[in-house]
């Protein structure tokens, strides 16, 4: 029963920011589309490693969907380092893990995240290019679909409107069903460690000694942005200090095999093992920092106020009604199975259709 109050809590909490972010991320997706991102980000130099660093900060991608993005920022010219910076400073943080991590920790935390994420991406992507050995040309990639009506040359300048319905569709079928899974793990996660983790059991363990445990607590786990907000939030909230938790939403969201391992094949073994030693590197240096300048401070996170339970408002009743329907239709989508019939080309052959989900083909050869 514990671990079921205490995951009650944090969802009341967290839900309505959660919805809250999503909502930007549309607005950010409608009027912000790849397109642009590649038009800045597709050069060399040091101008484009900040641009990638700063781009990267609010933007609506899971660390799973911006691998293909990075890639094609590769692909359309963009160096390796800002390839790199993009791929580091994106799935750290996100206008959706902004708005929660306001939602479950503190002001402070919510301002020190995307700034620590810029500088981690930023030192990334120069290390690789100064480190990162001779860069070999790539080749020209493909012009990407467009976000409104997905036809790959389409050159029409689509209304507002239409921009905004086309955001809503992608963070509802795309960007949200790729973190919801993710993002309840966490929640899960983080109502069990509140619930069964005793308050006194890193007492003892010294601060900085925090900091490694969080590196490597966060580097082989597969964790989004969102999702590992509610378990820093609820860590702190037994006696992690503050920059340890912020290691973690730094390594946590940014490091998984996957990314390294794309990041190997494409960039090189060399530029894999820079970008993730430095990422490292500089989420210790920025955790040490925190806890020497402002570990004095009282950093109780907000889901550890005692008076949470009895200040819930229409605000996290709406909210939560929200993302719930979010989960349930996430959920639905990925359950039901495929629907397929028989029909009988012209020929008189029986082939399969499936439906507008599945990738049957619609003819015979």
Not at 101 to 124: D, G
Not at 318 to 340: D, E, H, N, V
């Amino acid at each position: 029963m514990d671990i079921i109050r205490e995951l009650y809590t944090v969802f009341l909490e967290a839900a309505p920011y959660v919805v809250l972010g999503l909502g930007a991320a549309a607005l950010l997706y409608a009027f912000f589309p790849q397109e642009k991102i590649e038009k800045h980000l597709g050069a060399k130099g040091i101008g484009s490693i900040l641009k990638a660093s700063l781009f990267g900060v609010p933007l609506p991608l899971c660390s799973c969907g911006v691998l293909p993005t990075a890639m094609t920022l590769r692909e359309r010219g963009a160096s390796r380092g800002a390839t790199v910076s993009f791929l580091v400073s994106t799935p750290e943080t996100g206008v959706d893990s902004i708005a929660l991590t306001y939602a479950l920790i503190n002001p402070v935390m919510t301002i020190l995240r995307p700034i620590a994420a810029f500088l981690s991406a930023a030192t990334a992507g120069l290390a690789v290019e100064a480190w990162g050995g001779r860069e070999t040309k790539t080749e020209g990639g493909h012009e990407p679909d467009c976000q409104v009506c997905g036809n790959h040359d389409c050159e029409t300048d689509h209304r507002w409107t239409a921009r905004l319905r086309g955001s809503v569709r992608y963070i509802v079928t795309d960007f949200f069903p790729d973190i919801a899974n993710w993002l309840f793990l966490g929640l899960v996660i983080s109502g069990i460690v509140a619930a069964l983790v005793p308050a006194d059991l890193l007492t003892g363990v010294p601060v900085w000694a925090q900091l490694f445990l969080a590196v490597a607590a966060g580097v082989p786990l597969y964790i989004c942005a969102s999702a590992s907000t509610p378990i820093a939030a609820v860590l702190m909230a037994k006696g992690v200090s503050p920059g340890a938790a912020l290691v973690f939403l730094l390594v946590g969201p940014a490091t998984n095999l996957a990314s390294l391992l794309v990041v190997g094949r494409r960039l090189g073994k060399r530029v894999a093992s820079i970008y993730l030693l430095s990422l490292v590197s500089v989420a210790l240096v920025i955790g040490w920092l925190v806890n020497a300048v402002m570990g004095g401070w009282n950093w109780m996170p907000r889901i550890a106020n005692p008076e949470l339970h009895e200040h819930f408002t229409a605000w996290n009743w709406i909210g939560a009604g929200l993302l719930l329907l979010g989960f349930m239709y996430t959920w639905w989508r990925q359950l039901r199975p495929k629907r397929a019939k028989l029909s009988v080309d012209a020929s008189g052959r029986s082939r399969t259709e499936v439906d507008e989900h599945g990738h049957a083909p619609t003819h015979v050869g």
